[in-house]
């Protein structure tokens, strides 16, 4: 790995010719020969025009670099449009997760309207499971300028099945989680512009609230030139160039509005901060190139960081849901976020250690976007054999899943791991294989003698309590080699397995600040399950 910058420029420079086109694989190939933080330099510091022919070939690549199974067939969209309208030219209701105030066509012509709407109702038809994104239509917009409708849909198709919500939230308990989260990130990592916005408001839930909007800063006022610009970046990295730049909009907003007697000052005081806001962003003035520089000068502000505090916020947001009253207790009881009856009778069947009681204890304990997919039993030790290799060879493209062993004294405990166990063999960007790999969302459990959950550490702090750091040693999630396999470190392991899967150990660590998940804490396995989401 490690390829030459220069050759990707050189290919990008490609029109829409058929060179340009049978370049699109040489492009392909540039971008997976490069080390993470070289493509990150890329596109971060190439300033290119809205009319640059380069998206045409760039934004298809680095959607399809995201993909963990693949692009759709070849007429596989044209043949489902043919399947969900009876005259493709109509398309009369949008699906329900479209925000239907923020229909966004960003000058598209007639026939691209008609192409966004019939994008649109093929991904509702192909992905049932998404209840509210509002990204998605500005999104089909902005993809039907620069590729084909087909490339358009599968280009998004790779978004919206980001397993780790890299891109797409796609639930209006996650959109609000992401307002909270830039809102958290603003006050922590922008001190001043976000003392400032408090000069225009009367309480401090005023600016709280100002922040439900933040994601149409970007995507509805914004110029086209800093829009397109903007998504050239989170293409390759993800939704937090989205977070960054709506923090870098407050710290601009806050300097220009900093004497009260200036006119955006006035336009705050007179017509309200929102107002303020969005008429600052339609006339805002720098350059893309400077707004960007802005939003990535902002320090101290990892993607861990990050994705602890939304993965906080979503938990809090989720216990909320289920103490707010009799509604949301009766809805417990639906199958509205449960595995299908099938699915429960599956792994009923199939499994040694989990009841569907359990089973469904455990699903009360998951992320909130991993209910919407359904659970398979993929690995069991009764029917796949003792080996780690076999164990990794049928488990690692399966991200989340759930870690289950019972012991020879009957005692039931795991994990849930976050993230795919293939993880183990890959690099970091300095090129060294990573020793540990996992996210905050992991975390441990006991079903029998009792059943009890404990989160990664990260999740107890106190409410503003952000700014203590957290030692390495409680950041140790997942580990594995071909002899061991590893849940949690520092001060001790809170499960680790033998390469026969025979033998394991538990004790504190931590990651987790965890008792011994069973009471001899050496044990033998009796069975060792995994099941796997889809």
């Known amino acids: 790995m490690g390829g030459n910058l220069a050759e990707l420029q050189d290919l990008l420079k490609a029109g829409k010719s058929k060179e340009g086109k049978r370049r699109r694989s040489s492009v392909r190939y540039a971008i997976l020969q490069l080390f993470p933080s070289q493509v990150k330099t890329f596109v971060r510091e190439n300033d290119w025009s809205p ?90 917009s902005l993809f039907l300028h620069y590729m084909s409708e087909e490339d358009a849909y599968n280009s998004l198709c790779t978004l919206v099945r980001s397993r780790q919500g890299k891109f797409l939230h796609q639930t209006k308990l996650g959109y609000e989680a992401a307002w909270r989260t830039v809102y958290t990130l603003t006050k922590k ?39 397109v610009r903007v998504v050239d970046c989170y293409l390759y990295e993800g939704k937090k160039v989205l977070y960054r730049v709506a923090m870098a909009l407050v710290m601009l907003f806050a300097k220009q509005s900093a004497k009260m007697d200036s006119v955006l000052s006035q336009e705050a005081l007179n017509f309200g901060l929102r107002q303020a806001i969005q008429k600052f962003c339609q006339d805002i003035p720098v350059t893309p190139s400077k707004l960007l520089k802005i939003a990535f000068g902002i320090r101290s502000l990892s993607q861990k960081n990050i994705n602890n505090i939304l993965l906080r916020i979503e938990m ?5 849901t289920l103490i707010t009253g009799p509604a949301s207790i009766k809805r417990s009881f639906s199958s509205e ?31 909130t976007r991993v209910t919407m997919y359904q659970p398979e039993l993929v690995y069991t030790t009764e029917e796949h054999g003792c080996s780690l290799l076999t164990f990794y060879s049928r488990v690692q493209n399966y991200e989340p899943t759930l870690l289950i062993i019972k012991t020879t004294d009957d005692e039931i405990f795991g994990a849930y791991c976050s993230t795919k166990w293939s993880e183990k063999d890959t690099k970091g960007e300095t090129g060294q294989k990573r020793t540990y790999f996992g996210t905050g969302e992991t975390f441990l459990f006991t079903i029998n003698p009792e059943m009890r959950k404990y989160p990664w550490v990260g999740l107890r702090h106190q409410e503003g309590s952000e700014t203590t750091a957290l030692k390495h040693s409680a950041e140790l999630f997942m580990a594995a080699d071909n002899k061991m396999l590893t849940i949690g470190g520092g001060s001790g392991q809170a499960i680790w397995i033998d390469e026969n899967i025979r033998f394991g150990g538990t004790s504190r660590c931590d990651t987790f600040d965890n008792p011994p ?18």
């Open 51 to 140: 009319t640059n022919s380069i998206r045409s070939h760039l934004w298809f690549e680095l959607c399809r670099h995201h993909s963990t199974d693949g692009m759709s067939s070849e007429g596989f969209y044209s043949e489902t449009v043919d399947q969900v309208f009876e005259r493709p030219e109509e398309c009369a209701h949008l699906p329900s997760f479209v925000d239907q105030v923020n229909v966004l066509s960003y000058f598209l012509t007639e026939k691209g309207n008609l192409a966004a709407r019939r994008v649109i109702c093929v991904l509702g038809y192909t992905h049932p499971d998404i209840t509210y994104c509002p990204g998605l239509y500005p999104l089909t």
């Open 189 to 227: 990592h922008a001190k001043a512009a976000f003392a400032h916005l408090g000069k225009f408001v009367k309480t401090s839930d005023q600016v709280e609230r100002l922040f439900e909007s933040w994601y149409w800063w970007i995507f509805k006022y914004l110029p086209f030139t800093h829009l």
């Open 316 to 320: 809090g947001l989720k216990s909320r």
């Open 337 to 367: 976020g449960l595995p299908t009856s099938q699915s429960q009778i599956n792994i009923h069947m199939s499994s040694h250690t989990l009841t569907v009681r359990e089973l469904l204890t455990l699903w009360s304990w998951l992320p």
């Open 517 to 534: 998940l069973s009471e001899s804490r050496n044990f033998e396995c009796k069975v060792v399950e995994v099941i796997g989401f889809k």
